[in-house]
């Protein structure tokens, strides 16, 4: 993507990140199985945000002003999508269990949080127009 950083993108991504970060927590304390939750609803919105403007690498056909100008789609996507989603929690936990010596429960996190992430972002494209299933 060719979005020039201004400090209006570096703060809005700032701002993006401070409130995923905040939906992660949340998410995670008062819903079951919360990340995983966080990591397939980041994993959706990027399967349609990617979708719906043919490649986040490529948006020269996107307006440079408006709701989906490539400023915004770089603040939601690596802001509020990025901050949402993270694999590092995720391996946290499933590390956590490996130590612990709970091997299979280990294997089963990060089966569980790939294949749900590949499906989500699959559902995402879909969602968008670009892909099917």
Same mark, same amino acid.
């Given at each position: 993507?060719?979005?020039?950083?201004? %400090?209006?993108? %570096?703060?809005?991504?700032?701002? =993006? #990140?401070?409130? #995923? $970060?905040?939906?992660?927590? !949340? !998410?995670?304390? /008062?819903?079951? /199985?919360?990340? !995983?939750?966080?990591?397939?609803?980041?994993? @959706?919105?990027?399967?349609? +945000?990617?979708?719906?403007?043919? $490649? !986040?690498?490529?948006?020269?056909? %996107?307006?440079?002003?408006?709701?989906?100008?490539?400023?915004?789609?770089?603040?939601?996507? /690596? =802001?509020?999508?990025?901050? @949402?989603?993270?694999?590092?929690?995720?391996?946290?936990?499933?590390?956590?269990? &490996?130590?612990?010596?709970?091997?299979?429960?280990?294997? &089963?996190? &990060?089966?569980?949080?790939? $294949?749900?992430?590949? @499906?989500?972002? *699959?559902? *995402?494209?879909? @969602?968008?127009?670009?892909?099917? +299933?």
């Amino acid at each position: 993507m060719t979005t020039t950083l201004s %400090v209006a993108v %570096v703060l809005g991504v700032a701002l =993006g #990140g401070a409130t #995923g $970060a905040v939906l992660r927590l !949340l !998410l995670d304390r /008062y819903v079951r /199985y919360g990340i !995983l939750v966080a990591n397939s609803l980041g994993c @959706l919105f990027l399967g349609f +945000l990617f979708g719906r403007f043919s $490649a !986040l690498t490529a948006l020269e056909a %996107v307006p440079e002003s408006g709701v989906f100008s490539p400023g915004v789609i770089t603040v939601v996507s /690596y =802001g509020l999508i990025g901050a @949402l989603s993270t694999f590092a929690t995720v391996s946290l936990r499933a590390a956590q269990r &490996w130590v612990d010596g709970q091997r299979m429960q280990a294997a &089963w996190i &990060w089966l569980v949080n790939v $294949a749900c992430g590949f @499906l989500a972002a *699959g559902i *995402g494209l879909a @969602l968008s127009g670009l892909g099917s +299933l």
